[in-house]
């Protein structure tokens, strides 16, 4: 059984943490390096309700994309909802490890894995990483459809393909209009308009748009929009991450257990419409 340090230096070879931008908040955030660890859970977010998922299962170790404190604080008194997850968590000796922006840009990396759900070709990254050689690091990727579909079928199947949420699936643009190229950036991607304008793509799938981006893109050109929620363009990757770590529990004999979360901890829970405008 491995340590928590043996565990931790692995992940941080798959996302290294100098990769994070310099606003991140990743790496360990609660955990005894010595302690041992044969169940892992990976989430999107360190709410309490994947804290009590942890507990339940007996994992010792939860493996995150989002920050528990992305801007510092404070306290970690239990009556804070933030506090009550340090308190479950060392309480449990169960360790809280993040992996955010450094995970974004990897190769692979999470867009990769929103790619892969889609069922895309990835090609390049949107915003290469200068400092790879290789060309595959970077912001977003730009990908290919193996045959050429409608606007309105490629955000069906978005729909269909990634988690259900309260929000489903938003279209901008004409949906009859022919999709073969797409980029795709999970969580929020309206500040990379102008690397997605300048890759010629039909369309972009990504999340948390917000109003004049997105009116401004589309009266740039004829490009598609897809908004998904934020959740679910980045829970692809918590399947991707885990069966990285199972192929290195393999590799070194470990035997972990390793569970990807289910739980919908996207933070809007119903929606409410009275159509879409003719």
């Not at 859970?41 to 507990?55: M, R, S, T």
């Not at 169960?94 to 759900?117: E, F, K, Q, R």
């Not at 060309?135 to 490629?154: D, M, V, Y």
Request: net charge negative; with cysteine.
């Amino acid at each position: 059984m491995p340590r928590l340090s043996e565990v931790i230096s692995e992940l941080d070879a798959l996302w290294p943490p100098e990769r994070a931008e310099g606003w991140d908040a990743v790496g360990t955030v609660c955990g005894d390096s010595d302690a041992e660890v044969d169940r892992v859970l990976f989430a999107v977010d360190p709410v309490q309700d994947i804290a009590d998922e942890a507990l339940k299962l007996g994992a010792q170790l939860i493996v995150t994309h989002h920050p528990l404190y992305l801007r510092g604080t404070t306290t970690v008194a239990a009556d804070t909802f933030k506090g009550r997850v340090v308190h479950t968590l060392i309480k449990h000796d169960i360790a809280l490890h993040v992996a955010h922006t450094n995970a974004d840009s990897a190769d692979p990396g999470v867009s990769d894995a929103l790619a892969g759900a889609l069922d895309l070709r990835v090609e390049r990254p949107l915003v290469p990483d200068p400092t790879d050689p290789a060309g595959r690091r970077g912001l977003g990727r730009i990908c290919t459809l193996g045959q050429a579909e409608t606007l309105g079928e490629f955000a069906a199947r978005a729909a269909a393909r990634l988690p259900a949420t309260a929000q489903g699936i938003r279209l901008a643009g004409d949906p009859d209009a022919l999709v073969r190229t797409v980029a795709v950036s999970g969580g929020s991607g309206d500040s990379l308009f102008d690397a997605v304008r300048a890759a010629g793509v039909d369309a972009f799938l990504t999340a948390d748009l917000r109003h004049h981006p997105a009116s401004e893109a589309v009266q740039h050109s004829s490009l598609g929009l897809v908004d998904a929620a934020h959740w679910a363009t980045e829970w692809p990757w918590c399947e991707q991450a885990a069966a990285q770590l199972d192929a290195i529990s393999d590799r070194h004999g470990w035997d972990l257990r390793v569970h990807v979360s289910k739980q919908v901890t996207d933070p809007w829970t119903t929606h409410h419409s009275s159509g879409a405008p003719n």
